[in-house]
């Protein structure tokens, strides 16, 4: 397996690769990119930033584009499309590092589509790690759902200056509307449909387990920015997500 990234993911991956004696090749920013051959095969995981894919993407040989399989959150589709990536596999992480040097902590199945999926959930499983080969109608409602976990709650936590179970607890009511807008917009782009009560519950279900985590408004072309943007497009008011976005200066 060959990892291009070394920040907290691509280090703990690399750490319980080698204490498994399972193959593993680390590309950082500026070594290793020998690893990466335009005759190999297999796999290469992407578990760079967002703002990072285009340069990336510049150092793989195009016959090894097709074996890239991408991690980030955010929505990655118009770019991929941008790219000739539309067919690329696509792997959503639930597990934790706290910082880079950690241990990773293993949490639900992570979920991964496309082509190159099934051999990833394999290498994955030899780590220790859960992971699931799925298809995309599945991969696009789990996508959606942790896109607008990542969206929702790092607005609100910016907002009120709390952690996602303070959220949970004090702005529910809110936190419903606010992933009501963003489920409908997200659901249109997607094809997908996602019942509005078992979406919240799911949400703040995943939230009280790590309670004391304050999110934040990140990668904004990837997250809340592709909201605006995509409201706009389709024309779906979201005076709610707006409303959050001027008063913590996103707006």
């Known amino acids: ?8 993911v691509g280090q703990a991956l690399e750490t319980r690769a080698a204490m498994r004696g399972v193959p593993c090749a680390l590309i950082r920013r500026k070594t290793g990119w020998e690893a990466l051959t335009a005759d190999g095969s ?3 995981l992407v578990a760079t930033r967002n703002d990072d894919l285009a340069a990336v993407l510049e150092k793989v040989p195009a016959a090894r584009r097709e074996d890239l399989v991408f ?33 990773l902590t293993p949490g639900s199945e992570s ?8 051999a990833v959930v394999r290498w994955l499983q030899r780590l220790d790690v859960p992971a699931i080969a799925v298809a995309d109608q599945q991969f696009r409602e789990v996508e959606l759902e942790k896109l607008i976990w990542n969206s929702a709650f790092g607005l609100l936590c910016e907002r009120y200056g709390a952690p996602v179970g303070t959220i949970v607890a004090r702005h529910r009511d809110e936190l419903q509307d606010l992933v009501d807008e963003m489920n409908r917009v997200g659901g249109a782009h997607l094809g997908v449909s996602l019942e509005l009560a078992p979406l919240v519950e799911r949400l703040c279900g995943f939230s009280l387990g790590i309670a004391d985590y304050k999110g934040a ?18 024309g779906i008011q979201t005076p709610v997500h707006g409303g959050l976005l001027a008063a913590t200066g996103h707006g």
């Open 42 to 44: 297999g796999p290469i």
């Open 217 to 234: 408004v990140k990668e904004w072309p990837w997250r809340n920015g592709w909201f605006v943007q995509e409201a706009l497009q389709r």
């Open 71 to 103: 991690l980030q959150n955010g929505m990655l589709r118009s770019w991929l499309a941008d790219n000739g990536l539309t067919g690329a596999t696509r792997g959503l992480l639930f597990f934790a590092v706290a910082k880079r040097g950690d241990d």
């Open 1 to 8: 397996m060959i990892i291009i990234g070394g920040g907290r």
């Open 111 to 118: 979920p991964f589509s496309g082509p190159r999926a099934s």
